[in-house]
């Protein structure tokens, strides 16, 4: 982030406009709903900031911007679009300590101007770096569809009434209370009685919460999918958006934990090479103790929660406290690797099963039916494999498989460092190496993709 956004209070503070044109025009329709005195310097300008000077509402200098004129001013704007003008503008404004935006100026400018949308006091601005105006335009265009104009009101009054919520404990309590009157409660009291009908609806909700009895606390278990935040259900989205305490792995990755809510405190459970390790106890715990306090928990794990994530230790623990509970489904890792190589997991007339299977669990490698997983036509999507190729290799070969197996790699599934590595099951341990496969991995044992996006090791026929 080149430009770092902040809002600026420009209450009483001088803002100095240069130019008169209808890029000066432009920016001084923004200007004049902030609450800044703000000075117009041209020789000759536009009948529209003429008139707006006849109203009182800007001071109007008909003469080009001199040095000490933008004493104490807070920010200037170079709105002539000449080069040479708005260079020596910027030096005087510079030099009086004042921020100096020129219009359409990225490297001359200390800040750039966001596109808004304005429901005061919410406003949200977008900024795309200057990058692409485009987009900010059509963000905004959806921004403005998806704000209701009451917003604005509502939130006025809210502030004139947030200190009597304050009766409310802080955290969930108070943010239901406040969900309740933005989300329903606020509109319809709007809609049918204008903002009086707001001012009296605002004690009773307030009553309502403080005698309705609290929500007890509750862990929802959910599925992150493979990394992708695309990848995430609308579900697993609302969930993250709600929650009071959230509960990760090393595999969910920060552009996931970005989507969550803010103020929500982030816990990372994952075990890290050389770091202290959360033994599975321990997290139960965790969770245990902060729904009691009345949290909304969010226990996010990879993919799906219930593909090797040790869910039912943690349902377990949750039910002896008595502590309500819900699962939300991923994308599993096996499915975003299948999708990425373009194959599917099953096929008529091929295989109608498939098995996933984990290549190490709590006593090092996984013993597992060889013999079937051996057996020809057969699909197996091997999670946690990387560790343990020589050892899936070995076993698979004494039981039978074809040497030529096809065997896929596919490391960072469902991510934009998604990598595929097509071997076959005699070549898999060196082919990994080579690869130099280090991120987490599904091995497609029996499944090669569909179009090699791989550099192809020696050709391998389809089984
Ligand atoms: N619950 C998870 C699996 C957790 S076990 C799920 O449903 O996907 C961790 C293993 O999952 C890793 O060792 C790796 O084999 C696999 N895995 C997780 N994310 C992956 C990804 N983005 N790409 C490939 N494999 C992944």
């Not at 599925?223 to 792995?249: E, F, M, N, Y």
């Not at 669990?361 to 560790?387: C, F, I, K, S």
């Not at 070549?427 to 996006?453: H, M, N, T």
């Amino acid at each position: 982030m080149r430009h770092f956004p902040i809002f600026l209070d420009l209450r009483g503070r001088r803002v100095i406009v240069c130019g008169g044109g209808e890029v000066a025009c432009a920016k001084l329709r923004t200007l004049m709903r902030s609450e800044a005195r703000v000075s117009v310097f041209c020789p000759d300008p536009h009948p529209a900031i003429e008139a707006l000077a006849a109203e009182g509402r800007l001071v109007l200098q008909r003469r080009w911007l001199a040095e000490g004129d933008a004493l104490c001013a807070a920010i200037v704007y170079g709105a002539n679009g000449a080069a040479a003008e708005d260079a020596r503008i910027a030096g005087i404004g510079r030099r009086a300590g004042a921020l100096v935006n020129i219009v359409d100026d990225l490297d001359g400018s200390d800040f750039i101007s966001p596109a808004l949308v304005d429901r005061d006091p919410v406003v949200v601005a977008i900024g795309t770096e200057g990058t692409a105006p485009v987009l900010a335009r059509s963000i905004k265009a959806e921004t403005e569809a998806r704000l209701p104009q009451a917003l604005g009101p509502l939130a006025r009054i809210a502030a004139e009434f947030r200190k009597r919520v304050e009766a409310l404990p802080p955290g969930r309590q108070r943010r239901e209370f406040w969900a309740r009157y933005f989300d329903h409660a606020g509109p319809s009291a709007l809609a049918t009685g204008g903002e009086t009908a707001v001012r009296s609806r605002l004690p009773e909700l307030l009553v309502e919460a403080r005698v309705g009895t609290a929500d007890p606390g509750r862990v929802s278990l959910v599925g992150a999918g493979p990394g992708d935040p695309d990848l995430l259900t609308l579900r697993a989205r609302q969930r993250l958006d709600a929650a009071d305490v959230i509960v990760h792995d090393r595999l969910v990755p920060q552009p996931v934990l970005d989507l969550a809510r803010r103020e929500a405190l982030f816990i990372d459970v994952g075990k890290r090479a050389g770091g202290p390790s959360w033994g599975q106890d321990a997290i139960d715990r965790l969770l245990v103790v902060h729904a009691r306090r009345g949290a909304h928990v969010v226990r996010l794990k990879s993919g799906d929660p219930g593909v090797f994530g040790r869910l039912d230790e943690e349902l377990d623990a949750l039910d002896a406290a008595g502590i309500d509970w819900e699962v939300v489904p991923g994308v599993t890792a096996a499915a975003a690797a299948a999708a990425g190589i373009g194959r599917s997991l099953t096929r008529r007339d091929r295989n109608s099963a498939v098995s996933f299977v984990t290549a190490e669990d709590r006593n090092g490698q996984a013993e597992q039916d060889w013999r079937a997983l051996a057996a020809p036509g057969h699909v197996t999507a091997v999670y946690m494999g990387l560790r343990s190729a020589r050892f899936l290799q070995g076993r698979l070969l004494l039981h039978g498989a074809d040497p030529a197996l096809p065997v896929t790699a596919v490391e960072n599934a469902g991510r934009p460092a998604r990598r595929i590595i097509e071997t076959t099951l005699s070549q898999l341990p060196e082919a990994l190496a080579r690869g130099g496969v280090a991120g987490p991995a599904i091995l497609f044992l029996g499944l090669a993709p569909r179009a090699s996006e791989a550099v192809p090791l020696p050709a391998v026929a389809e089984a």
